[in-house]
């Protein structure tokens, strides 16, 4: 999940530090509003965790910087919630367990000091009777990156076009989940915040990035997979019951090369979401070219009805102004290489393409979704812009869908 790096970033002439706009005006508080951006996007903060990685990544950091939401006059709702969790688990304590919450900060993931891989939100709390109980928490509701909320946003949405979602946010049917590259775990923790019937899969392969998002970034490490399918813990302790609730058991994050994965694997994913930029920038040429082992053997692991497919990219060629990301070259190739192989390979399939823009960064969202039948572009178009309002009341999320569904939409040919 990558950021670019400053020297890459093209800011329009309006000031970047500005609120998403919306036409619901009872929207929740996003806390990973762009606005709050010049808070984690400075090298002012302290590292917390540094290391090197022997798998592309070179130096991998954690900076944590100040949060200034939410306010600290709200932290004892969080901390009541805390001590309520705790009683329900241990009923028949003697003893009344109040936490106390120390702060929140952001906490950016980073390659070599310069790229800035991911963001999250992160809660630091304590036992009071314990005072050495620290725990991280990251705040699965609040996305910091605007790339994450376009995918997240044309991802649902197309996929809800072709199946029953509801079904699963009410957690009546199970949503199978990948997502390959792990980050700081953003993505991943939030659709399963938001999704109940959702079973979520990662794949990272740098365990360097797996230990920085667990120790320093406040995801659940109860989610960490053995090679042969157990949990590196048998059992998750009490301070996870406590804050997770459940999110933790429907996490599975693996140590392992997506081409390896993707091959051995029998699951049927109703939804996949890639995004592996390594520390040079780069998106592993295996993970698109047509004619790879990974390529097909993911046609055969998406969902033939409804099979959702959400890539990352970075534009090849910089923002100019106002105007949105032109299709360079690279870009072209990655969107017709995924049509290809999860489309037009399979008679029996069919399906749409297309690529929207995220606001602020040099990203695009590659959507490949199966089941669409028959319509027109100015059909399937209103279908997106209707389903996008339903997918947002329905997960309450607190940035519009419809904004991300509608910048720069273009079909691949």
């Known amino acids: 999940m990558l950021i670019l790096n400053r020297s890459?970033?093209?800011?329009s002439s309006i000031k970047h530090l500005r609120r998403l706009t919306t036409s619901n005006p009872r929207r929740i508080e996003d806390e990973g509003d762009w606005f709050y951006s010049s808070e984690w996007w400075d090298d002012n903060g302290n590292t917390v965790f540094r290391s090197v990685s022997d798998k592309g990544n070179g130096v991998v950091s954690v900076v944590a910087s100040h949060a200034s939401r939410p306010n600290e006059s709200q932290w004892y709702k969080t901390e009541n919630w805390l001590g309520q969790r705790y009683a329900e688990l241990r009923?028949?304590?003697?003893?009344?367990?109040?936490?106390r919450i120390l702060g929140y900060q952001w906490r950016t993931l980073r390659f070599n000091d310069v790229t800035r891989q991911s963001t999250?939100?992160?809660?630091?709390a304590y036992n009071e009777s314990d005072p050495g109980s620290i725990f991280l928490m990251q705040q699965a509701h609040c996305l910091a990156v605007p790339y994450l909320k376009s995918m997240i946003s044309a991802g649902l949405t197309s996929l809800s076009c072709n199946c029953d979602m509801l079904s699963s946010v009410y957690g009546k049917t199970s949503m199978?989940?990948?997502?390959?590259?792990?980050?700081?775990g953003s993505l991943p923790l939030f659709l399963a915040c938001k999704i109940p019937g959702a079973m979520i899969d990662i794949v990272e392969i740098d365990p360097v990035v797996i230990s920085a998002s667990t120790l320093a970034m406040g995801f659940p490490s109860y989610s960490i997979m053995k090679k042969h399918g157990e949990r590196s813990h048998s059992k998750p302790n009490l301070i996870d019951k406590v804050i997770w609730n459940g999110i933790h058991e429907r996490l599975f994050l693996y140590e392992a090369d997506a081409e390896q994965f993707i091959t051995e694997s029998?699951?049927?994913?109703?939804?996949?979401?890639?995004?592996?930029?390594d520390g040079d920038d780069i998106f592993p040429r295996k993970l698109w070219d047509p004619d790879s082992i990974f390529l097909k053997a993911l046609g055969e692991r998406v969902h033939p009805e409804h099979g959702t497919v959400v890539v990352n990219l970075h534009s090849d060629i910089d923002i100019v102004g106002e105007s949105l990301l032109p299709m360079g070259k690279y870009v072209s190739q990655v969107c017709k290489a995924y049509k290809k192989v999860l489309l037009?390979?399979?008679?029996?399939?069919?399906?749409?393409?297309?690529?929207v823009h995220a606001p602020w960064v040099c990203n695009a969202s590659l959507v490949v979704s199966r089941g669409f039948r028959?319509?027109?572009c100015d059909t399937v178009l209103n279908t997106l812009i209707s389903k996008s309002l339903e997918v947002e009341n329905t997960l309450n999320l607190p940035f519009s869908c419809l904004?991300?569904?509608k910048r720069g939409l273009m079909f691949v040919d």
Do not use: W
């Open 266 to 277: 029998t699951n049927i994913y109703d939804m996949v979401f890639v995004d592996a930029y």
């Open 176 to 184: 199978k989940v990948l997502c390959i590259g792990h980050g700081g």
């Open 8 to 11: 890459r970033l093209k800011l």
């Open 120 to 124: 999250a939100k992160v809660m630091t």
């Open 403 to 405: 904004q991300y569904i």
């Open 91 to 99: 009923p028949r304590s003697e003893q009344n367990v109040s936490f």
């Open 374 to 376: 028959n319509g027109t």
């Open 344 to 355: 037009d390979d399979f008679e029996s399939i069919s399906g749409l393409a297309f690529t």
